[in-house]
């Protein structure tokens, strides 16, 4: 699956900390919605309201679990991101307005998946722009998106989960990049496999950890 967003992001200087601000996180995620709806003909209603509601209780969020950073911080912006995930999920903050004719909509898997929730492929998009560009900035390369991205079972599937638990939405997105899914305690920074790798190599090399960084805290 071929997601939209992140070549508009990419050249937008120090990206990582520009989406901490609320301006450029709501002006980029208009910028997505604007996308699917040039390529997909998808057009979304945005209320402000619920979009900065999402961003000011990410940003609480994050930054109790920053110091992980410090551990693996290529893992943590995908967790990051997957916490902005779960906060547009929760909060809801698009609503289509209009989709294209079913004349016009080409078939395709990318078409059945946005028609069957684009509201999620809003969010979804958005956030696998951002971890796509970041880390392209910052380490020269982007994470590869798996083929299960592809595959509708699994958006049906996604889409149920995160109805009975918005926090699935971080290991959802974990998969779709190739990552092994914490279903357990998704919100955690601390119980992911690749924190938990650093945390044991830092250990036997000897290295000061950051302060709660040893085990997972508690659901």
């Known amino acids: 699956m071929d997601f939209l967003f992140s070549d508009d992001l990419v050249h937008m200087p120090d990206l990582r900390h520009r989406l901490r601000q609320l301006r450029w996180f709501r002006m980029a995620f ?19 309201t619920k979009l900065t509601r999402a961003f000011l209780n990410w940003i609480e969020t994050v930054e109790k679990q920053k110091s992980y950073a410090r551990i693996d911080r290529k893992d943590f912006i ?14 809801a903050p698009a609503k289509l307005r209009s989709k294209p004719k079913s004349s016009d909509a080409k078939t395709s898997r990318m078409q059945d998946i946005i028609a069957f929730w684009p509201e999620g492929f809003l969010y979804t998009n958005y956030c696998v722009g951002a971890i796509a560009a970041i880390c392209e900035q910052e380490f020269g390369t982007a994470p590869e998106v798996d083929k299960c991205a592809d595959d509708l079972r699994t958006w049906w599937s996604y889409r149920e989960n995160v109805r009975e638990m918005p926090g699935y939405a971080i290991a959802f997105l974990d998969k779709f990049l190739g990552a092994e899914p914490n279903w357990i305690m998704p919100n955690l920074a601390s119980a992911r496999d690749a924190i938990q790798r650093a945390i044991v190599s830092s250990k036997a090399a000897g290295a000061k950890l950051p302060t709660g960084s040893s085990r997972p805290e508690s659901a």
């Open 30 to 48: 208009r910028k997505n919605a604007a996308l699917i709806a040039e390529h997909y003909g998808y057009h979304f209603a945005i209320d402000e």
């Open 78 to 91: 995908i967790f990051a991101a997957g916490l902005v995930l779960k906060e547009l999920i929760s909060e």
